[in-house]
């Protein structure tokens, strides 16, 4: 849903489509993943600007971003273990444990790096999404300090995207309502490092067929999920056009994969985007 989306804002803004492979956590990405991604989005007519960056390739930068935040006494070696801050912090928030902070003057005696955290002040960062409206946060209240590097891990993904958006001039981001919460940490990220901040859109989640959720992953492989039910491409593409409020013609399931794609450009209306989560409609035989 996030490559129709951002494909429909991109080019409708006439702007370039970049694909990026989000593929820091190793342990969990399935091998062969990527290219059966990349082999989907072909076969529905997608067609990117530029080479596909792998997140995977670009640990260097950051690594130098990290080791700038420490070099400005902006981050910091967190010792704590997540019992240890599960005693201490405040009721748990909707993005985790709020860090009190423990690790902020220096590791205590007999304690190991964990995590790289960097400090945030008491203030609220607000932006406005494009699907979603005003969105606020108070980053001390609902996170504390966060995480950019486990001492066992990858990078986290607030310190690779802001990087990445950085380098390669994003100025629209397009993705799924699961990363709102998470946008005012990769803002404060942007402003610390004196980097622009792009235009967010936020697309409503793909719920089960009982408003469940589903996972993550379920999430980013939506598109060809809806394939293996025998949907061809350009009526899977109608049906997600109409997911994300936009009012295709029917006779559109006729028409190739790029062409249903070429009228979305073409007709794109932000503001019928809906901003609840909601199942994936199913074929229908006529529309409202
Ligand atoms: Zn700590």
């Given at each position: 849903m996030a490559a129709l989306g951002s494909y429909l804002v991109a080019r409708s803004a006439g702007g370039l489509w970049y694909l990026r492979m989000e593929d820091l956590d190793l342990p969990r990405v399935v091998p062969g993943i990527a290219d059966d991604m990349l082999a989907t989005l072909e076969n529905l007519g997608f067609e990117w600007d530029g080479e596909v960056v792998y997140q995977s390739r670009r640990t260097d930068y950051y690594r130098e971003a990290a080791e700038e935040l420490i070099r400005r006494g902006l981050a910091y070696a967190c010792g704590c273990t997540r019992s240890e801050i599960a005693q201490i912090a405040s009721a748990p928030h909707e993005e985790g444990l709020v860090y009190?902070?423990?690790?902020?003057d220096g590791l205590a005696e007999g304690k190991v790096e964990r995590a790289l955290r960097v400090k945030v002040y008491d203030e609220v960062v607000s932006f406005d999404d494009g699907v979603m409206g005003r969105y606020s946060q108070h980053l001390t209240g609902s996170c504390?300090?966060?995480?950019?590097?486990r001492a066992d891990g990858p990078y986290a993904y607030h310190l690779a995207v802001v990087v990445d958006d950085a380098a390669a001039g994003v100025n629209q981001v397009v993705r799924g309502a699961d990363l709102l919460a998470s946008t005012p940490r990769q803002i404060y990220l942007q402003r610390v490092f004196n980097y622009p901040t792009p235009a967010y859109y936020h697309l409503p989640l793909v719920t089960g067929p009982n408003g469940a959720k589903l996972s993550k992953r379920d999430n980013a492989v939506s598109l060809s999920a809806g394939r293996d039910l025998g949907q061809d491409g350009s009526a899977l593409l109608v049906s997600a056009l109409r997911f994300l409020g936009q009012a295709p013609p029917?006779?559109?399931?006729?028409?190739?994969p790029s062409e249903v794609l070429a009228w979305g450009v073409a007709n794109?209306?932000?503001?019928?985007?809906?901003r609840t989560p909601a199942p994936f409609p199913e074929e229908e035989t006529a529309t409202g």
């Open positions: 009190p902070g423990l690790c902020r504390g300090d966060f995480v950019i590097h029917l006779s559109l399931k006729d028409a190739t794109l209306d932000i503001s019928a985007i809906p």
